[in-house]
């Protein structure tokens, strides 16, 4: 039994099953959040932790071979989850494609930001302070046919806990898949245990099945001293924001794994400018993970040595595997806060930040703050400015 002493309480878990050693692969903190006082943080994620790329990579492949030994009935839709699962997601799908090419499937994340006027399916994240998420439907041609006739839906998360926020985006999902027979949870933890598994309330008829790397029970004990605190500017609701979105890497849907990724070209541009003695973090911004992380895969086979995370607008606490925090304003300029975990300003001499939006006043300021170089995708193009 494991035993985690947090501000919030008390985190005891106990592994049932690991192909991965469970501190490798999962770190814990506290969160400011009367619904759940803790927070299972993925070490390879690219998200609260500088995480190895090329670790990341392996984790990715590890899951997308458990799914394809399963037997799946096509077209398959895969949904990642939005903020922390949506570079997890897009790289099992990578995976996923390289192992079985000739599969008919299609790949999509959810968002807090609305993409143009394209029909959108909204459910909620209960434990969330965001908690409101929605899902772009595809338009037109071979995607939105996919997932209409779709006969699977793999839904990707970070961490299952009880299952409810997948449920919830399963339940909708099915009111358009009226051909949908199976349902694949997938995810590097899952803590929902035999009874919970047994008595997940999927729609009638569906078969259903769980890929992980580590399973294990939990218990928590809310520490009765504690006061969770009023978290200001923290809006539940999705939207429009002032600034671009890609429309490219996940939201709209995608069969291609790695279209429009750049990141042979990009990490050739940033060679000469780049010392390979020194070390290289690669920092995604919010809900944009995937293209960053590919990038700093592309530097680590040149030989760099990179690692790979983003910012967050999920507020820990300095507590447990947090040891420290970076906060400033929402790169997408919105009412929120955001958040970089577990690096120091001094800590990387060599910054490389891709982002979706453009430089906008936070970001140039992170910019700054950091020395970084920028590097703005857009839907069909990269821009690379900087540093600094």
């Known amino acids: 039994m494991l035993e985690y002493r947090l501000p919030t309480g008390v985190l005891e878990v106990r592994v049932d099953k690991a192909t991965w050693p469970f501190h490798t692969l999962i770190g814990i903190a506290a969160r400011n959040n009367p619904r759940r006082g803790f927070a299972f943080v993925g070490k390879l994620l690219g998200k609260h932790y500088p995480a190895d790329p090329v670790q990341m990579s392996r984790m990715h492949l ?115 898949q009226p051909r949908l027979r199976k349902v694949v949870v997938v995810s590097p933890l899952n803590v929902m245990d035999v009874d919970m598994r047994r008595e997940w309330a999927v729609p009638g008829g569906l078969d259903y099945e769980f890929v992980s790397l580590i399973d294990a029970i939990l218990r928590f004990e809310i520490n009765p001293s504690w006061e969770p605190q009023a978290l200001g500017g923290m809006s539940a609701a999705c939207g429009s924001v002032e600034c671009a979105l890609s429309a490219a890497h996940g939201r709209l849907g995608l069969a291609d794994a790695e279209g429009g990724l750049y990141a042979g070209e990009i990490s050739d541009a940033l060679y000469p400018h780049l010392q390979r003695s020194l070390p290289v973090l690669v920092v995604g911004t919010g809900e944009f993970i995937y293209p960053p992380y590919r990038l700093a895969l592309s530097l680590a086979r040149k030989g760099f040595k990179v690692s790979c995370q983003s910012t967050t607008r999920s507020p820990l606490m300095i507590a447990g595997d947090i040891q420290h925090r970076m906060e400033f304003p929402s790169i997408y300029s919105l009412d929120h806060p955001e958040y970089l975990y577990n690096v120091r300003p001094e800590q990387y001499p060599q910054v490389i930040i891709g982002c979706e939006t453009g430089p906008t006043p936070a970001l140039a300021r992170l910019c700054q703050q950091l020395n970084a170089f920028l590097v703005h995708y857009t839907d069909d193009a990269f821009h690379i400015s900087g540093p600094g």
């Not at 897009?90 to 993409?115: D, I, M, Q």
């Open 62 to 176: 590890g899951l997308a071979q458990q799914l394809g030994g399963l037997s799946l009935p096509e077209p398959i839709t895969f949904i990642g989850m939005a903020e922390t699962a949506t570079g997890l997601s897009h790289g099992c799908y990578e995976h996923f494609k390289r192992l079985k090419p000739e599969s008919l499937a299609l790949y999509l994340h959810s968002t807090r930001y609305f993409v143009g006027d394209q029909e959108r399916l909204s459910f909620c994240e209960p434990h969330s302070h965001g908690h409101q998420l929605v899902a772009h439907l595809p338009e037109g041609g071979v995607l939105s046919s996919r997932f209409h006739d779709s006969a699977t839906l793999v839904l990707i998360d970070d961490e299952i806990t009880t299952g409810t926020t997948l449920l919830n985006l399963l339940r909708i999902c099915h009111a358009q």
